[in-house]
């Protein structure tokens, strides 16, 4: 039969095993979404139920759409509603059959950031005027709707927590306000939907009959909601088919539980149980690591994952001095598999947090390495960062109003849309900024308190606009960050809110790196290198390196695959240790990391990283100490010094070192005759000298001021950019005559 000709030995028994509860343990790279699409055309094949009493369920509409596009490409058609996300799942069911609990067919659907400005009005309606329980509020609403527990149970459930009765009184009024609206969120779309299948026996009975066989993908990302509903629809056939790779359950954090595959046979006793340990993806060598990190789990079902595929090359250790020098490594690494065939898009660099992404992001525009950043917005373009930029825009330009506006209220200061209106009526009328109306804010119709609030925030920027003009760019940063509190409104004791105060230390951490260069640059030059940085190039987007969390491109394989930042804290993550949890789940993030490779697999770290505002030397990570034997390498871990500050050099291949060249150099100065004025070596058919006037694609036009190292770096001043360090080698300059 065409169906099974294009599957193994090991895919041909769970596909053909059709009646029963089935759990496939499908590993890394094994096949599992042709073996679920076959099994489906299998079952239609043999007349067994019409696609309509199918029900297969994925956890993302892509999955969805590859799914429907698979099937009708092996049987010429059919109606594929019910292959969806489980959240399309529940909409049909709730728009069709929601009227018996209450719930009207035309409801809204709120998105997280409505439901979180629906809290956001139901805490001021009830007068509450404690910032931190509208952030806890937050949190616990939505750990509530996760957990599928109303108002009163959530309540008892944590009743040990501080404030919880308030959290309370908050989340009846949020339910309350969006039953007023006829909306649900996200998270009501799973719990109304097991309320209904629970509360109302003839829409169960008639699902779960229409339902004959039952389909779920990624089984291992189920959370306990969810799971309930599955558990439901299979009632009455039992005919549940369960795919999924315990070693790949990583979104612990937003609910999903492990326990759900790891107990699958004691939930459904006469279960059979397959594995797809065949990998079709990684080299040998590859899936050798892979195999070495997951066997240190002790919570998982066990198997072993093998191929016929070469053995390939060895994984390589990088450690370099600082983040520079590993992004350097990087973009070494793909310029020369580019230079011999490649593509940009064979390779991804993947880190555990987005934070990390800035020295990639400035090493690849040096080199005009094309690129694209998931799992998170462009280093640039993140709020937190944008809200930094727009305090620096403001100071320098007290005209731009969008600026004004974007801080004014950044962090709270108890000035609303109304004032803001009024502020925007009276620039308009007098031809003035928003700054200026807030400097005049005595000729606002506003009540006393808030024109107090506007003379406080036009009096800082004001102290800010007059520092600027003799502070140093990084002092000045660090200023603007202290003073107006700006961490405050995003330390909220969450992994989001981590993540956006380390994004904060990291943008101190890049005006560092550009003051470093140009010791003597203004905050307009500053600014002016941002904006570049911040700009969506005009680039070719099926052939770009990809840039991503971890988890951004669970699902995906690339031919080159570099993890970067492996180092305690980092990975595993510092929360993992500080929650009490063990490194499981860190662990299995990394078996992931590891098996999105197909060819080549990168390890790197740095021996120091800037990070909670202050340079420290790292650790290696737990990992990489589990796989060394396997690397080939020897690990020993370096103790944590506060406030680390170490000189950067570069060795004569351009990497970062500790040793320092015998090349003096000074920092730039107008005259030119205390650098190194030996030429470069012949780079690429070019012979650098300094003083020497190039175009760089990026950064315009600039003049050789520095070359150090033997001539492997070049230090370049652009026009309005700034001091650029750049390789000599992998540099994209034209030499102007």
């Given at each position: 039969m065409d169906i099974l000709d294009k599957l193994n030995d090991e895919q041909i028994k769970p596909v053909t095993d059709t009646e029963g509860a089935v759990l496939v343990l499908a590993g890394a790279g094994s096949g599992k979404t042709r073996v679920l699409t076959s099994r489906i055309a299998y079952i239609l094949s043999k007349g067994l139920a019409d696609l309509s009493g199918i029900l297969a369920i994925t956890f993302t509409n892509k999955a969805a759409g590859e799914m429907k596009q698979r099937l009708e490409n092996m049987l010429g058609g059919g109606d594929g509603k019910w292959i969806c996300t489980i959240h399309s799942m529940c909409v049909k069911i709730l728009r069709e059959f929601g009227g018996r609990i209450g719930v009207k067919h035309n409801f809204s659907i709120y998105s997280e950031v409505e439901r979180n400005n629906v809290i956001k009005k139901v805490y001021k309606d009830l007068d509450f005027d404690d910032e931190q329980l509208l952030k806890s509020a937050k949190y616990h609403?939505?750990?509530?709707?996760?957990?599928?527990?109303?108002?009163?149970?959530?309540?008892?459930?944590?009743?040990?927590?501080?404030?919880?009765?308030?959290?309370?009184?908050?989340?009846?009024?949020?339910?309350?306000?969006?039953?007023?609206?006829?909306?649900?969120?996200?998270?009501?779309?799973?719990?109304?939907?097991?309320r209904l299948l629970r509360q109302d026996g003839e829409t169960l009975e008639y699902l779960s009959d229409k339902f004959r066989y039952i389909h779920v993908d990624e089984f291992q990302d189920t959370n306990a909601v969810q799971y309930n509903i599955i558990k439901l629809l299979a009632k009455k056939h039992g005919n549940l088919f369960a795919v999924g790779d315990d070693d790949q359950s990583i979104y612990g954090w937003r609910g999903a539980e492990i326990e759900n595959i790891l107990r699958f046979d004691k939930d459904f006793p006469n279960a059979k149980i397959y594995k797809l340990e065949r990998n079709y993806r990684s080299t040998k060598s590859i899936l050798s690591l892979a195999n070495c990190i997951i066997k240190n789990n002790a919570r998982r079902r066990g198997?072993?994952?093998?191929?016929?595929?070469?053995?390939?090359?060895?994984?390589?250790?990088?450690?370099?001095?600082?983040?520079?020098?590993?992004?350097?490594?990087?973009?070494?690494?793909?310029?020369?598999?580019?230079?011999?065939?490649?593509?940009?898009?064979?390779?991804?660099?993947?880190?555990?947090?987005?934070?990390?992404?800035?020295?990639?992001?400035?090493?690849?525009?040096?080199?005009?390495?094309?690129?694209?950043?998931?799992?998170?917005?462009?280093?640039?373009?993140?709020k937190e960062i944008?809200?930094?930029?727009?305090?620096?825009?403001?100071?320098?330009?007290?005209?731009?109003?969008?600026?004004?506006?974007?801080?004014?209220?950044?962090?709270?200061?108890?000035?609303?849309?109304?004032?803001?209106?009024?502020?925007?009526?009276?620039?308009?009328?007098?031809?003035?900024?928003?700054?200026?109306?807030?400097?005049?804010?005595?000729?606002?119709?506003?009540?006393?308190?808030?024109?107090?609030?506007?003379?406080?925030f036009a009096a800082l920027i004001k102290d800010f606009i007059i520092s600027a003009q003799d502070t140093p760019v990084a002092q000045l940063v660090r200023d603007v960050i202290n003073f107006t509190d700006l961490r405050s409104a995003y330390d909220d004791g969450t992994d989001e809110g981590d993540g956006k105060l380390a994004n904060l230390d990291e943008f101190i951490a890049s005006v560092d790196d550009f003051t470093r260069l140009n010791p003597e640059a203004t905050l307009d030059e500053f600014l002016n290198q941002v904006t570049l940085s911040s700009?969506?190039?005009?680039?070719?987007?099926?052939?770009?390196?990809?840039?991503?969390?971890?988890?951004?491109?669970?699902?995906?394989?690339?031919?080159?695959?570099?993890?970067?930042?492996?180092?305690?804290?980092?990975?595993?993550?510092?929360?993992?240790?500080?929650?009490?949890?063990?490194?499981?789940e860190e662990r299995r993030l990394m078996y992931v990391a590891i098996t999105r490779?197909?060819?080549?697999?990168?390890?790197?770290?740095?021996?120091?990283?800037?990070?909670?505002?202050?340079?420290?030397?790292?650790?290696p990570s737990k990992f990489i100490k589990e796989l060394a034997t396997e690397l080939g390498v020897k690990i020993s871990s370096a103790p944590r010094i506060e406030n680390y500050r170490q000189q950067r050099y570069y060795d004569d291949s351009g990497y970062e070192s500790d040793i320092p060249p015998k090349t003096q150099t000074v920092s730039f100065k107008p005259a030119f005759g205390s650098f190194n004025n030996k030429p470069a070596p012949n780079s690429g058919n070019k012979t650098y000298a300094v003083g020497q006037r190039v175009m760089h694609r990026k950064f315009g036009i600039g003049m050789i001021v520095a070359i150090k190292n033997g001539g492997t770096v070049l230090n370049v001043a652009f026009d309005g950019q700034g001091i650029k360090e750049l390789s000599a080698s992998l540099a994209p300059l034209e030499i102007l005559k």
């Amino acid at each position: 039969m065409d169906i099974l000709d294009k599957l193994n030995d090991e895919q041909i028994k769970p596909v053909t095993d059709t009646e029963g509860a089935v759990l496939v343990l499908a590993g890394a790279g094994s096949g599992k979404t042709r073996v679920l699409t076959s099994r489906i055309a299998y079952i239609l094949s043999k007349g067994l139920a019409d696609l309509s009493g199918i029900l297969a369920i994925t956890f993302t509409n892509k999955a969805a759409g590859e799914m429907k596009q698979r099937l009708e490409n092996m049987l010429g058609g059919g109606d594929g509603k019910w292959i969806c996300t489980i959240h399309s799942m529940c909409v049909k069911i709730l728009r069709e059959f929601g009227g018996r609990i209450g719930v009207k067919h035309n409801f809204s659907i709120y998105s997280e950031v409505e439901r979180n400005n629906v809290i956001k009005k139901v805490y001021k309606d009830l007068d509450f005027d404690d910032e931190q329980l509208l952030k806890s509020a937050k949190y616990h609403i939505g750990n509530a709707k996760m957990l599928g527990l109303d108002p009163e149970q959530y309540g008892r459930k944590y009743a040990f927590e501080r404030g919880i009765d308030n959290v309370v009184i908050i989340y009846e009024k949020y339910c309350q306000r969006l039953k007023e609206n006829n909306a649900l969120d996200f998270d009501d779309l799973l719990t109304e939907t097991l309320r209904l299948l629970r509360q109302d026996g003839e829409t169960l009975e008639y699902l779960s009959d229409k339902f004959r066989y039952i389909h779920v993908d990624e089984f291992q990302d189920t959370n306990a909601v969810q799971y309930n509903i599955i558990k439901l629809l299979a009632k009455k056939h039992g005919n549940l088919f369960a795919v999924g790779d315990d070693d790949q359950s990583i979104y612990g954090w937003r609910g999903a539980e492990i326990e759900n595959i790891l107990r699958f046979d004691k939930d459904f006793p006469n279960a059979k149980i397959y594995k797809l340990e065949r990998n079709y993806r990684s080299t040998k060598s590859i899936l050798s690591l892979a195999n070495c990190i997951i066997k240190n789990n002790a919570r998982r079902r066990g198997k072993t994952l093998w191929t016929e595929a070469e053995q390939g090359a060895k994984p390589q250790y990088y450690q370099a001095e600082e983040e520079a020098g590993e992004a350097l490594f990087a973009a070494r690494k793909i310029l020369d598999g580019v230079a011999k065939g490649g593509k940009y898009s064979d390779y991804a660099v993947l880190m555990r947090i987005n934070a990390l992404t800035r020295p990639y992001e400035q090493e690849f525009a040096k080199y005009n390495i094309p690129y694209k950043v998931y799992g998170g917005f462009r280093f640039y373009e993140r709020k937190e960062i944008k809200d930094a930029l727009a305090y620096l825009r403001l100071i320098s330009n007290p005209f731009d109003s969008e600026a004004a506006e974007r801080i004014i209220n950044v962090p709270k200061r108890g000035i609303g849309g109304k004032t803001v209106q009024v502020m925007y009526d009276y620039a308009q009328s007098t031809g003035l900024s928003l700054y200026d109306a807030c400097v005049d804010c005595d000729m606002l119709d506003v009540s006393k308190g808030t024109r107090e609030k506007l003379k406080e925030f036009a009096a800082l920027i004001k102290d800010f606009i007059i520092s600027a003009q003799d502070t140093p760019v990084a002092q000045l940063v660090r200023d603007v960050i202290n003073f107006t509190d700006l961490r405050s409104a995003y330390d909220d004791g969450t992994d989001e809110g981590d993540g956006k105060l380390a994004n904060l230390d990291e943008f101190i951490a890049s005006v560092d790196d550009f003051t470093r260069l140009n010791p003597e640059a203004t905050l307009d030059e500053f600014l002016n290198q941002v904006t570049l940085s911040s700009d969506t190039d005009d680039m070719d987007d099926s052939d770009c390196v990809t840039v991503a969390t971890i988890h951004a491109v669970k699902g995906l394989e690339f031919p080159c695959v570099f993890i970067c930042g492996l180092e305690e804290k980092i990975m595993p993550s510092a929360r993992s240790e500080e929650d009490g949890r063990d490194y499981e789940e860190e662990r299995r993030l990394m078996y992931v990391a590891i098996t999105r490779a197909e060819k080549e697999l990168y390890l790197t770290r740095s021996k120091s990283r800037y990070l909670y505002g202050h340079r420290d030397l790292t650790a290696p990570s737990k990992f990489i100490k589990e796989l060394a034997t396997e690397l080939g390498v020897k690990i020993s871990s370096a103790p944590r010094i506060e406030n680390y500050r170490q000189q950067r050099y570069y060795d004569d291949s351009g990497y970062e070192s500790d040793i320092p060249p015998k090349t003096q150099t000074v920092s730039f100065k107008p005259a030119f005759g205390s650098f190194n004025n030996k030429p470069a070596p012949n780079s690429g058919n070019k012979t650098y000298a300094v003083g020497q006037r190039v175009m760089h694609r990026k950064f315009g036009i600039g003049m050789i001021v520095a070359i150090k190292n033997g001539g492997t770096v070049l230090n370049v001043a652009f026009d309005g950019q700034g001091i650029k360090e750049l390789s000599a080698s992998l540099a994209p300059l034209e030499i102007l005559k």
